[in-house]
């Protein structure tokens, strides 16, 4: 009686290839070049990409991605505001850079910064062509956005990206990249609608401060959720807070308002119950946004 010849097992995916390995989920049989080293044994390609379907994504405290840990957003925030300052040189030559406020050490105004600083109303233009501009003067709403995106000078530009690189950094590590630059834009629009309604109708603002201002209030409230020593940010938020109100030229309307609102959106986003918490996050920043524009309308029929 004749034995039956012994089959070597051949990988499911490369019938060329022999095989004693065998999938430790699947109990296939898989070749070195189909196997993925696992906590135990290895796995083959499709057990893996099945894997990596079901597993939960890690999420930070507040519930964002720990994608955020590579400060993506805030180095592209960062850029943004260089870009512009560059456009704005660009577009007002060495007076942008220096020789204005601060006994020469800021910028003057350049036709980007008229054009997208905070303005209620004012009348202006070429002789034979004055016309009213502003918010509430020509409906320029985009100024609320543009604003936080614009500087007076490369000091000016400095100061605040400085802040940003430090207090950005932190805040994206702990809150993700969606929420941050949620949390960064509300901030910003916050203390430009606080510097349209407390400014004069006429004051041009503009400045990433309201932001930045903001973002030092949300690392206060985020920190102290954690328990978190705020020491080693505290000096940046002191030097802030002590131009806003030594130096002559400082929205203190819109430095003020951005911390208010930066606070508020911290809060919600740190706060927020864990069961509920992406509807609960997104409907109170909504709401932030709605209460804003809502206060922005106000003041342009205030002025109309």
């Not at 004749?2 to 065998?22: A, M």
């Not at 030092?216 to 409230?221: D, H, K, L, Q, S």
């Not at 069961?275 to 804003?292: T, W």
Request: glycine share 14%.
């Amino acid at each position: 009686m004749s034995e039956s010849p012994v089959t070597v097992p051949v990988c499911y995916r490369h019938p060329s290839k022999e095989t004693y390995v065998r999938c430790t989920r699947c109990e296939r049989p898989i070749c070195p070049d189909c196997m993925t080293e696992a906590s135990v044994g290895h796995q083959c390609p499709e057990c893996v990409a099945q894997g990596r379907r079901t597993q939960r994504s890690a999420r930070t405290a507040f519930g964002g991605s720990v994608a955020g840990r590579d400060g993506t957003a805030t180095k592209v925030l960062i850029g943004i505001n260089v870009f512009v300052m560059i456009a704005s040189i660009a577009t007002g030559g060495a007076s942008a850079i220096a020789g204005g406020a601060w006994g020469g050490l800021l910028g003057s105004g350049t036709p980007l910064t008229v054009f997208g600083a905070v303005l209620g109303v004012d009348a202006y233009g070429p002789a034979g062509e004055v016309a009213l501009h502003g918010i509430a003067g020509n409906g320029e709403w985009y100024r609320l956005v543009t604003a936080m995106f614009l500087h007076y000078g490369v000091l000016h530009l400095l100061l605040n990206m400085a802040a940003l690189w430090t207090l950005g950094g932190l805040l994206e590590e702990q809150l993700g990249r969606l929420r941050f630059v949620g949390l960064y834009l509300l901030a910003g629009l916050g203390g430009n609608v606080a510097a349209y309604v407390f400014s004069l109708p006429y004051a041009q603002t503009a400045g990433a401060s309201t932001a930045v201002f903001g973002l030092m209030a949300a690392t206060f409230v985020l920190f102290k959720r954690l328990n978190r020593s705020l020491n080693s940010i505290l000096p940046v938020i002191v030097i802030n807070v002590i131009f806003t109100f030594t130096v002559s030229n400082v929205s203190i309307p819109g430095h003020l308002g951005g911390m208010l609102v930066g606070g508020l959106v911290a809060a919600i986003l740190a706060y927020a119950p864990r069961e509920k918490r992406n509807l609960i996050q997104g409907v109170g920043l909504g709401a932030v946004f709605v209460l804003l524009l809502a206060i922005a309308i106000l003041r342009t029929l205030s002025l109309v």
